[in-house]
C-alpha cells in the first residue's frame, strides 16, 4: 500500500465514525458472504429497514441526553404511556365522522405526553439536582404504572387502519418509518451542530463549570433536552404502535439496553460533551445488519447477548487505545 493511499486511510480511522463505518461494512460483507440468498434479498433488506427505526429512534433520545452527561432510562416507559394515550383515543373513537382529526389528535395527545413526561424528568434532574441516572429510573417506573394503570395491563387493541401507516407503509417504495427515522436524525444534527442550542448542550456535557461561568441557563438547557428526549421516545412508541397495531405497557423492554448500547458504540460519550448523530446511524445499521445475519444463521439468543457485549466492549477499547507514543 502506497503512502498515497495510506493516508486517507489513516484520516478515516482516526475518528470514532470512521473506525465505525468501517466494522459497518466488514459486518455487511461477513453477512453477504455467510448467507448471500437470503441477507441481500430484497425482502431482508426491507424488513431491516422496518425493523431498526423504532429503537433507533430511541437511541436518538438517549444521544441527547447523554451529550449533557445524562441519561434517560425512561425512553421505553414513556413511549408505551404515550402510545396508549394514542391507542385509547383512537379506539373510543374509531367511527367518527372525522376520522381524520381523530387520528391527528392521537397523534397530538402522544407526543404532549411524551413531552410532559420528559418536563417531568428534566425538572428532578435541572431545579430538583437529582442525578439523572436515578431520576428516570423512578420516573420510568412511574410511566410504566400509569401505563398498566390505564389499561389493567393488557394490550389495546382493534386500532382503525390508519394507525397502521405509520410503522408499515411505503413512500415510493421507500418504508415510512426509515424516512421518518431519516428525517429525524438529520434534523437532531442539525440542531446539534448549527445552533446555540446545540453548542450549549455540548459546553455542558464537556465542562459543566465552565458552562455556568458562561452565563448559560443550565437548567432551562436541561428541561429542554428532557423534553425533546421525551418527544422522540413517544415517536418511537407511535411507531412500535403502528408496527404492532396494538399498544401495551410492556412493549420494547429489550430497547432500554439497545438505546443505550447503540448510543456508547455510535462514539458518544458517557460523561458528555462528544458525540455525533453519524456515529449513531452507523451503530444502528452495524447492529442491525449484526442481529439480522445472526438470525439467519440460526444463533441463539444467548450467543447473540455475547456478542453483543463483545462488540461493545471491543469498539470502545479501539476508541479509548491510544499508542504509548501518543498519550498526553
Not at 442525578?131 to 420510568?140: D, F, N, Q
Not at 436524525?185 to 446545540?198: D, E, H, M
Amino acid at each position: 500500500m502506497t503512502q498515497t493511499t495510506r493516508a486517507p486511510l489513516r484520516r478515516l480511522l482516526s475518528s470514532p465514525e470512521g473506525r465505525l463505518a468501517v466494522i459497518a461494512a466488514v459486518i455487511f460483507v461477513t453477512m453477504s458472504a455467510l448467507s448471500p440468498d437470503r441477507f441481500l434479498s430484497l425482502q431482508n433488506m426491507t424488513s431491516m429497514a422496518f425493523q431498526f427505526p423504532e429503537f433507533a429512534i430511541l437511541a436518538l433520545a438517549m444521544t441527547l441526553t447523554m451529550l449533557t452527561g445524562g441519561i434517560d432510562l425512561s425512553v421505553v416507559g414513556i413511549a408505551n404511556l404515550s402510545a396508549i394515550v394514542a391507542a385509547l383515543i383512537l379506539t373510543r373513537l374509531t367511527g367518527s365522522p372525522d376520522g381524520a382529526a381523530v387520528f391527528l389528535g392521537a397523534m397530538a395527545a402522544s407526543l404532549a405526553v411524551g413531552m410532559v413526561a420528559g418536563l417531568f424528568n428534566g425538572l428532578l434532574v435541572a431545579r430538583l439536582g437529582l442525578p439523572p441516572i436515578l431520576a428516570t429510573l423512578g420516573s420510568g417506573l412511574i410511566f410504566t404504572g400509569l401505563a398498566i394503570a390505564l389499561t389493567g395491563g393488557s394490550a389495546v387493541m382493534g386500532l382503525p387502519p390508519a394507525a397502521a401507516w405509520i410503522g408499515n407503509s411505503t413512500v415510493l417504495g421507500v418504508p415510512a418509518p426509515l424516512i421518518l427515522f431519516g428525517a429525524l436524525a438529520v434534523g437532531l444534527s442539525l440542531v446539534l451542530t448549527r445552533t446555540a442550542f446545540g453548542v450549549k448542550v455540548r459546553m455542558f456535557g464537556a465542562n459543566p463549570l465552565a458552562a455556568r461561568y458562561a452565563a448559560i441557563d443550565i437548567d432551562a438547557m436541561l428541561i429542554r433536552v428532557y423534553v425533546a428526549s421525551g418527544g422522540l421516545a413517544a415517536i418511537a412508541g407511535l411507531v412500535v404502535m403502528s408496527r404492532a397495531n396494538s399498544a401495551k405497557a410492556d412493549y420494547g423492554s429489550s430497547y432500554l439496553l439497545l438505546a443505550v448500547l447503540i448510543a456508547v458504540l455510535g462514539g458518544v460519550n458517557p460523561y458528555g460533551g462528544y458525540g455525533r448523530i453519524i456515529g449513531v446511524v452507523l451503530a444502528v445499521l452495524s447492529m442491525q445488519f449484526l442481529s439480522s445475519g445472526l438470525n439467519m444463521l440460526g444463533v441463539s439468543n444467548f450467543a447473540r447477548e455475547l456478542i453483543w457485549g463483545s462488540l461493545l466492549i471491543f469498539v470502545m477499547i479501539v476508541n479509548t487505545w491510544r499508542p504509548a507514543g501518543r498519550r498526553p
